[in-house]
């Protein structure tokens, strides 16, 4: 089965402290995303790769950055954490560079005090 | 930014009834795809149509694709309680070159009463 694995489900941090989500896919796909999910606003894309060391700019992408150093593993992270960055993280990969499937996590939930 | 668009925005219906929802969106597309998520869990794809598709058919889902409307509607038939999420159409929004990953909706929440 393939597989996208975040690893944390749930986090609480404080303000201004330094996040990051990790997310790690086994099916050798070359692109990875990740998005947000609030209440109202349905997923909206922060930022996204399609090959290693490679990344794109989504719909959101202030406040974050992001890191793909091997090919399976796409990290987010949170700078300077921020209250408007409480929020569900959904990490996704495809084999399809812009039309195929997306694979999801299940998601981390991340709530900054 | 926001492409498709589903509606109803909430649906409640009977176990065994069949459940409609509609998609709109903006832009020409290379396909269409609808997703489901549980309450509090990832997104799992369900079907893909593509442009020069009009039906498709997978299980108890049924797909319909208008390319001349920008629109799309998923078919749930014979509804289960398990059918209870929420469900996101999402397009590849081709530009000819562009290539910024899939655009969501915004959801319609679905449950099914016992």
């Known amino acids: 089965d393939v597989k996208v694995t975040q690893s944390s489900r749930y986090l609480v941090k404080r303000t201004g402290e330094k996040v990051f989500l990790e997310c790690v896919q086994d099916m050798d796909h070359e692109n990875m995303f990740w998005y947000r999910q609030d209440p109202g606003l349905g997923l909206r894309l922060i930022y996204f790769?399609?090959?290693?060391?490679?990344?794109e700019k989504g719909d959101i992408p202030e406040g974050y950055s992001v890191s793909r150093e091997k090919k399976e593993r796409f990290s987010l992270i949170l700078e300077s954490a921020s209250t408007n960055q409480t929020s569900m993280y959904l990490c996704?990969?495809?084999?399809?560079?812009?039309?195929?499937?997306?694979?999801f996590g299940e998601g981390s939930r991340l709530t900054v005090l | 930014s926001q492409q498709g668009e589903e509606d109803p925005q909430a649906l409640s219906i009977q176990e065994g009834e069949n459940a409609t929802m509609n998609c709109s969106y903006k832009?020409?597309?290379?396909?269409l795809q609808w997703y489901r998520q549980n309450s509090g869990r990832g997104l799992v794809h369900l079907i893909l149509i593509r442009s020069n598709e009009r039906e498709k058919h997978s299980g108890r889902l049924r797909v319909t694709l208008d390319t001349s409307k920008k629109s799309s509607s998923l078919l749930i038939t014979a509804s289960r309680a398990a059918d209870t999420a929420s469900y996101f159409c999402a397009t590849d929004g081709y530009s000819g070159g562009g290539a910024d990953g899939l655009t969501f909706g915004k959801g319609t929440h679905l449950i099914i009463q016992p």
């Open positions: 832009t020409s597309i290379n396909n």
């Open positions: 790769s399609y090959d290693v060391k490679m990344k």
């Open positions: 996704a990969s495809s084999f399809h560079r812009n039309t195929g499937e997306l694979f």
